[in-house]
């Protein structure tokens, strides 16, 4: 097997090895045993250590309690704001509400949780896990932009990592009742119509579907299973009542995080695909019982096992691929380790009649691992702080990390990622990379990766390979960045 | 043509290269009409937009979102107080809506629904290819330009159709570009593109940020508005346009009334039609811009002063080519039993019959013609006779 089929599969499955490293000498065990164990995260040195030139407060919140305080200072904050707007000049009430909420609780939120995701993954211990870990934060979708959520984003996606190692229907409870996922789908303001709270009027809310829609339409059955809108709303009347638990002036001492409310909570039985849901003395049980249903529901081990074919294999992915990760899955009542290592396995299998062009951030990752180039670090420290910066780099690419526009998450198939402004920007990119590398002495050494890995990842009648060969191409960084990383080989894994 | 001789057709179009058409598809775009479309992503609600003030139930069902002081445009609806450019527009003639409208769907998915927003089929997911693609091909239209990074699904199917947006990232070099274009030539996928990112990079289309402007603004609707009215007015500039609005029109909680999270989305749609009015200059008496959004939202408010997803919603024509400032609309009321599945506003009026009237104005495609050749399948209703003068 020729080493471009190697190195395909490692680019598949996570984002390559440089090109003066050797290969897996048994690809499929070597991204099979990372699947098996939790690695940390961090924002990380090229050693794996954690990086210590960072300011001391930016630390990457970890206990619900941080979480919950950090949330709710952040509404606070906010709600303040409102205030000073009565007393401030326009002029000065901008550049309040950029120093106490913009820059704390969003912009360097989100630059650490990104530099946090993107160090990992080139400096970790495990990228294969990596790349399963940015599949399962795209398909529960939490994205910033509603209210004020942004520091429960990067707490949510990291709480999905431990549960990568268990079951589907336990990751799908975790993340359903995540104060994350509440806040951003709307349900901490669903309020059953004949609970205690609407028929005394302790709250002006009633009922939200936007979780209820979500939970069988993106996480579980999809529509293809054919459910109704009286389904949705018998999803949604079992959520009743599950909300986040923040330290504000109604916090009674109870435990900070997910809250099951039951004066907000319908009373009584609800319906869903035509089983009955009783609280009987559990009314949180119910959902415990829907979630139990729809994680084993064979439209859900269907829908999960098409859409992990599609991101990995190919955007018609071959029906064998889809029934072996589909049997895994049902097999082991939705074991995820199982279920990462029927995909690695299908990936090995059809690797050479399967392609993928893959997501930016993917891709960006595999230009910087195959070049031993540290993603753009600069913090930015204020609106105007000047130098490179991942997220906003994303951004160019079309694809701004956290901002996921809706809630189905970035999208999976190619032809999504392919127009002229796309491709422009990915070559522009690669232009902006190679002068990084040249101000900051990496130049030559990012050469030399791309030398030999351009020898090794891209088959001998390609053009790409062949310029590679050339002189004037080995000595201008540009032109050797581009030849080697927008080669058809290269864009496509 | 059958659908299925269409669709073979297509997928043979998409691996011709650029430089496979004929001459006669390069001819200048003078005097052509111009479209302009804004796709409302999340769900545009229909009775904040154009609220229905000569219904006496609507106030009813919105006790805390109903918009009190709107904007008159007959007697029975009027327009949202942020909508301001758009009224001086229906002052002069050329504003047109039409409401309780929608597609023949209601699944109330966004993301089906806007799949079958842009495919212009009423199955979720079966086409990838969308009805303008489709239209400009059949029309044989030189050009398209979508001011976005992805190419919008409703554009695909036409292999001239391009996107452009907003970028500080410093040009390639030749050297880099004949690279490429060496490189990709053995790719079907790709080798289509490095014809037009070269013209791009040589500066020989138009560059899409003017050194006046900060990025920020230039990624503003009004920014985007701009972009597509500098290549739009221009004589030879494409006969298509798109501005895709991504977010916020998805307002589950606290959506608001005059002000808002729904009015803010507004005035943003206001910005990008009083801008591209301004910028098109004379082009402007020969354009219509067209709005579309997946489904409107439920007729009546929901428990946390929103509204959850919908069917019908309204739909707006703006520009020169409206011949009369008019709501179309076969209005059924909003006591529940007018209601879609008693909660949402129905839909009386086939929305894509109105793309059809677009197609036929602009592109000079009867409705026989979108039919038979699998471009846009639409229900023709009696009461848009009229609309655009066809």
Aim: net charge neutral; with cysteine.
């Amino acid at each position: 097997m020729h080493s471009s089929l190697v190195s395909k599969f490692t680019r598949r499955v996570a984002f390559g090895v440089p090109g003066d490293q050797a290969l897996p000498a048994d690809p499929v065990a070597w991204a099979s045993a990372q699947v098996a164990a939790l690695p940390p995260i961090d924002v990380l040195e090229p050693n794996g250590t954690r990086r210590q030139d960072l300011p001391a407060d930016m630390r990457l919140l970890w206990s619900m309690d941080e979480v919950m305080h950090a949330f709710e200072q952040h509404q606070r904050a906010e709600r303040l704001s409102l205030e000073k707007a009565k007393e401030l000049s326009t002029k000065d009430y901008q550049d309040y509400r950029e120093r106490t909420i913009f820059t704390p609780y969003v912009r360097l939120e989100h630059w650490k949780e990104v530099q946090a995701r993107e160090t990992t993954a080139l400096c970790g211990q495990a990228p294969v896990f990596e790349r399963f870990w940015h599949f399962w934060t795209n398909h529960f979708m939490v994205a910033p932009g509603n209210q004020n959520n942004d520091t429960l984003v990067g707490p949510f996606q990291r709480s999905l990592r431990p549960l990568m190692l268990g079951s589907f229907r336990e990751m799908l409870w975790q993340a359903v009742t995540h104060p994350g996922m509440l806040v951003y789908l709307d349900n901490n303001l669903n309020a059953g119509p004949n609970s205690k709270a609407v028929r005394q009027k302790w709250t002006k809310y009633g009922i939200n579907e936007n979780l209820g829609r979500e939970l069988l339409e993106l996480f579980t059955l999809s529509p293809r299973a054919g459910y109704t809108q009286k389904d949705v709303e018998g999803a949604t009347l079992i959520l009743t009542g599950w909300r986040e638990m923040k330290p504000d002036k109604w916090h009674k001492g109870q435990k900070l995080g997910t809250y099951f409310d039951f004066d907000r909570h319908e009373p009584g039985s609800q319906e869903v695909l035509g089983k009955k849901y009783t609280a009987y003395f559990r009314p949180s049980g119910k959902l415990e019982d829907l979630v139990t249903d729809l994680a084993q529901h064979p439209a859900t081990a269907e829908h999960l096992a098409t859409k992990l074919c599609v991101y990995f294999l190919d955007d018609t992915p071959p029906a064998a691929a889809v029934a072996s990760v589909k049997d895994a899955f049902i097999n082991s009542q939705g074991d995820l380790p199982t279920v990462h290592r029927a995909v690695v396995r299908a990936c090995w299998t059809h690797l050479e009649s399967t392609r993928k062009f893959v997501s930016p951030e993917t891709w960006l990752l595999q230009v910087l691992t195959l070049t031993g180039t540290q993603p753009p670090r600069t913090v930015p420290l204020t609106r105007s702080t000047p130098g490179l910066k991942t997220p906003f780099l994303l951004g160019d690419l079309g694809q701004e990390l956290p901002r996921c526009p809706q809630p189905d998450g970035w999208p999976i198939r190619s032809t999504d990622w392919i127009s002229k402004e796309m491709l422009d920007r990915r070559l522009r990119v690669l232009g902006v990379l190679a002068d990084m590398s040249g101000r900051t002495g990496k130049a030559q050494q990012a050469m030399r990766h791309i030398v030999a890995g351009s020898q090794r990842d891209v088959p001998p009648h390609e053009a790409a390979a062949q310029l590679l060969l050339k002189s004037e191409v080995q000595t201008d960084m540009r032109l050797a960045w581009v030849a080697y990383l927008a080669s058809p080989s290269l864009l496509w894994s | 043509m059958k659908r299925r001789t269409f669709l073979q057709q297509g997928a043979a179009l998409a691996s011709l290269s650029f430089a496979g058409f004929p001459s006669a598809w390069s001819q200048g775009q003078a005097g052509k009409p111009r479209v302009l479309v804004v796709l409302l992503r999340g769900g545009m609600d229909g009775l904040t937009a154009v609220p229905p003030v000569g219904d006496a139930q609507y106030k009813t069902i919105r006790p805390q979102i109903a918009i009190q002081t709107p904007l008159r445009l007959d007697a029975d609806f009027g327009l949202h107080p942020k909508l301001e450019a758009m009224h001086s527009m229906w002052q002069a003639g050329q504003l047109a809506v039409v409401h309780s409208t929608g597609f023949q769907y209601t699944g109330r998915s966004h993301f089906e629904g806007q799949d079958i927003m842009q495919t212009g089929v009423m199955k979720p997911y079966a086409f990838s290819s969308g009805w303008i693609g489709r239209a400009m091909e059949q029309a044989r239209i030189d050009s398209g330009v979508a001011i976005s990074i992805p190419m919008p699904l409703i554009l695909r199917g036409h292999n001239k159709a391009t996107t452009q947006f907003p970028n500080w990232m410093p040009t390639l070099r030749d050297q880099d570009l004949a690279a490429v274009a060496n490189m990709w030539a053995a790719d079907p996928a790709l080798k289509a593109y490095s014809d037009v990112i070269r013209e791009a990079n040589l500066g020989k289309t138009l560059g899409t940020m003017n050194n006046s402007e900060s990025f920020q603004d230039a990624r503003s609707m009004r920014g985007l508005a701009r972009t597509a009215a500098a290549s739009m007015r221009l004589d030879s500039g494409p006969q298509v346009g798109l501005i895709d609005m991504t977010h916020g029109f998805d307002t589950h909680a606290s959506q608001g009334a005059e002000q808002g999270s729904h009015a803010d989305c507004l005035r943003d749609l206001d910005q990008l039609m009083a801008t591209f009015r301004a910028e098109m200059g004379e082009q402007w008496a020969n354009t219509v811009v067209l709005t579309i959004t997946e489904f409107g939202r439920t007729a009546a408010e929901n428990g946390t002063t929103g509204t959850d997803h919908g069917v019908g919603s309204c739909c707006f024509l703006a520009g020169g080519l409206v011949t009369q400032a008019k709501v179309y609309s076969d209005w059924r009321g909003l006591e529940k039993s007018a209601l879609f599945e008693e909660r949402d506003l129905p839909t009386t009026i086939d929305v894509s019959a109105v793309y059809a009237k677009v197609l036929e104005r602009a592109f000079a495609l009867s409705p026989k013609t979108l039919v038979n050749a699998g471009v846009l399948e639409h229900k023709t209703s009696p009461l848009l006779n009229g609309l655009l003068g066809v």
